[in-house]
Antibody, heavy 122, light 106 residues
Framework: QVQLQESGPVLVKPSQTLSLICTVSGGSISSGADYWSWIRQHPGKGLEWIGFIYHSGSAYYKPSLKSRVSFSVDTSKNQFSLNLSSVTAADTAVYYC??????????????WGQGTTVTVSS | DIQMTQSPSSVSASVGDRVTITCRASQGINSYLAWYQQKPGKAPYLLIYSASTLQSGVPSRFSGSVSGTEFTLTISSLQPEDFATYFCQQAKSFPLTFGGGTKVEI
């Protein structure tokens, strides 16, 4: 059973960079068929997909966030990371990492981390 | 981006009721649609993918169907543990997008 766990600062100051790590257990991040995503949920709102990264390092970013987002992967630690620069209060959200889009599950997200709440405030 | 419109935004129901939630895509997505259940303070949980395929371990009272660009999630007999918020997600094209959610409450 694949498990994911987010970690990182819960409070980030405006204009700074939000950095989160997702640690994967119960499976290898280097599995050829797997993509790994970041998804966020603003307080009391719906879900927003930020993008995905593949173990090779190739990534897709949601166009509206592309100028501020970058992902990286560390296969030796079975981790992948999110960096979101120049944050504002509008980036306050629960951030989830997830496995997907999973081809074997119709491009859905089949395993999720528990989520971490990040607040942008001075 | 493909817009996903869910309705209703909330529904009041009782244990044993049949509940139907609808999701409409702004353009054709074939059967590339997933449904998730989310309980307060928890991550979403995949229920159905490819419009009608039940994820392993999901009770059979959950079912999904499609007619054109309109997708339906049905809970045939609502159980206490089913009170939650449900989201749809289109999986046809990037960026992947979600519906606004439907809260199923007592």
């Amino acid at each position: 059973q694949v498990q994911l766990q987010e970690s990182g600062p819960v409070l980030v100051k405006p204009s700074q960079t939000l950095s989160l790590i997702c640690t994967v257990s119960g499976g290898s991040i280097s599995s050829g068929a797997d993509y790994w995503s970041w998804i966020r949920q603003h307080p009391g709102k719906g879900l927003e997909w930020i993008g995905f990264i593949y173990h090779s390092g190739s990534a897709y970013y949601k166009p509206s966030l592309k100028s501020r987002v970058s992902f990286s992967v560390d296969t030796s630690k079975n981790q992948f990371s999110l960096n979101l620069s120049s944050v504002t209060a509008a980036d306050t959200a629960v951030y989830y990492c997830a496995r997907g889009p999973q081809i074997s599950s119709g491009n859905a997200f089949d395993f999720w981390g528990q989520g971490t709440t990040v607040t942008v405030s001075s | 981006d493909i817009q996903m419109t869910q309705s209703p935004s909330s529904v009041s129901a009782s244990v044993g009721d049949r509940v139907t939630i609808t999701c409409r895509a702004s353009q054709g997505i074939n059967s590339y649609l997933a449904w998730y259940q989310q309980k307060p303070g928890k991550a979403p949980y995949l229920l159905i993918y490819s419009a009608s395929t039940l994820q392993s371990g999901v009770p059979s009272r959950f079912s999904g169907s499609v007619s054109g660009t309109e997708f339906t999630l049905t809970i045939s007999s609502l159980q206490p543990e089913d009170f939650a918020t449900y989201f749809c997600q289109q999986a046809k094209s990037f960026p992947l997008t979600f519906g606004g959610g439907t809260k199923v409450e007592i």
